[in-house]
Each structure stands twice: as structure tokens, then as C-alpha cells.
T-cell receptor, first 113, second 109 residues
Framework: NAGVTQTPKFRVLKTGQSMTLLCAQD?????MYWYRQDPGMGLRLIHY???????AKGEVPDGYNVSRLKKQNFLLGLESAAPSQTSVYFC????????????FGPGTRLTVL | GQSLEQPSEVTAVEGAIVQINCTYQ??????LSWYQQHDGGAPTFLSY????GLEETGRFSSFLSRSDSYGYLLLQELQMKDSASYFC??????????FGAGTQVVVTP
């Protein structure tokens, strides 16, 4: 099992450009999450999904959109990137709700110039 | 919403015991989890407390008191490889999750 994978690992964008981050899991987990982590800070929840076809807003959803068309994939989109979105993005999945163990992907390091 | 407070840094020598406290304010609180993150790596799960009391997993133990809105992670027999950031995280019954800002544990020889 690959666990949770994220694509790409690194990306540099210019202000105003768009991109999609892909998260995939092969553990048949129902719940999936997108977090961002800024230097010296904890993880902040952007959006999450409690099952295929569902999404919900987290703590910092503005400027991001998500889709969960297939159970194993959770996509995070930035429509018009801003320097404030420079961060490390982590995807996670869990069998049940957030109180279950979350398995994290390796992260995507995004820089917006 | 939820907020979780934990110390920013703790320093200890090899072989010592370290306790990382976490206080939380939350609505719909369901349980408290702990995660470890080494520099440049992804967080990894350590433990979860849904009920009051102590959970032990090897050298790590976690405690929860719902009445005090308080929990802690206990690291025993510290090793150099335990140098990392440790996060408490609260979950609500809807599956929404919030992390504390993290505690940097520095283990010295």
C-alpha cells in the first residue's frame, strides 16, 4: 500500500496563476482533509470531506476550492494564487471521523511569487 | 469552534521525562489526539483520548480530563530521536479537526 500520496511535491507559482493539488489514498478511507502549515505554526484545516461527493469548509477555506469525485481522491484548487498562500500543504485521510488516526501525505511545498 | 493552547518549546536531557500540556476550549469536543512531526516531515499519529484517564503506548502516555478541558502527553526515557514538534489536536463530533500551534521538544545529550 502506498498510503497517502500527494502531487506535486514542490511548485512555484506567480501571483494570479491557478493550480490543483492532488491527494490520493489507497486505504479505502471515508474522511479526507486538506491542511496548510506555515513556519512555526500548527496545521490549519482548509477543507475536508466525510465521503465521496461531499465537502465542507474548515478553518481557513477562503481562496481554495475542493472536490471529492472519487472516494480515493481529494483535489485542492487555487483559482488565483496569492503570496499569502505560500505554505506547505498536507493531505490526510482517516477511516472515520477526525478522532480516528489520520494518515498524512508527505506534503506539497508551494511558493507564490 | 475550538482553540488549543500548548507551550512553544521544552528542553530536556536524554533519559529524562517530559510532559507537554494542552488546554482546550471547544464546542462539541469529542476527543484529543497527539501527533509528532520531525523537521521536514509529515505528522504521525501518537495517541488518542476519548475518555478521561491515561492511555499508554510504550514510552509515550497521554492523559485527558474533560472536566478541566486539559490533557497532556508524557514522553519517558527521552531519546535524541524524540526531538521533534508535538501537536495536540481536538476533534468534534462532525469530524472537524483543529491542531494546537505545537511544542518543539529539544533533547540534549
Amino acid at each position: 500500500n502506498a498510503g497517502v500520496t500527494q502531487t506535486p511535491k514542490f511548485r512555484v507559482l506567480k501571483t494570479g496563476q491557478s493550480m490543483t493539488l492532488l491527494c490520493a489514498q489507497d486505504m479505502n478511507h471515508e474522511y479526507m482533509y486538506w491542511y496548510r502549515q506555515d513556519p512555526g505554526m500548527g496545521l490549519r484545516l482548509i477543507h475536508y470531506s466525510v465521503g465521496e461527493g461531499t465537502t465542507a469548509k474548515g478553518e481557513v477555506p477562503d481562496g481554495y476550492n475542493v472536490s471529492r469525485l472519487k472516494k480515493q481522491n481529494f483535489l485542492l484548487g487555487l483559482e488565483s494564487a496569492a503570496p499569502s498562500q505560500t505554505s506547505v500543504y498536507f493531505c490526510a485521510s482517516s477511516y472515520g471521523a477526525g478522532y480516528n488516526e489520520q494518515f498524512f501525505g508527505p506534503g506539497t511545498r508551494l511558493t507564490v511569487l | 469552534g475550538q482553540s488549543l493552547e500548548q507551550p512553544s518549546e521544552v528542553t530536556a536531557v536524554e533519559g529524562a521525562i517530559v510532559q507537554i500540556n494542552c488546554t482546550y476550549q471547544t464546542s462539541g469536543f469529542y476527543g484529543l489526539s497527539w501527533y509528532q512531526q520531525h523537521d521536514g516531515g509529515a505528522p504521525t499519529f501518537l495517541s488518542y483520548n476519548a475518555l478521561d484517564g491515561l492511555e499508554e503506548t510504550g514510552r509515550f502516555s497521554s492523559f485527558l480530563s474533560r472536566s478541566d478541558s486539559y490533557g497532556y502527553l508524557l514522553l519517558q526515557e527521552l531519546q535524541m530521536k524524540d526531538s521533534a514538534s508535538y501537536f495536540c489536536a481536538g476533534a468534534d463530533s462532525w469530524g472537524k479537526f483543529q491542531f494546537g500551534a505545537g511544542t518543539q521538544v529539544v533533547v540534549t545529550p
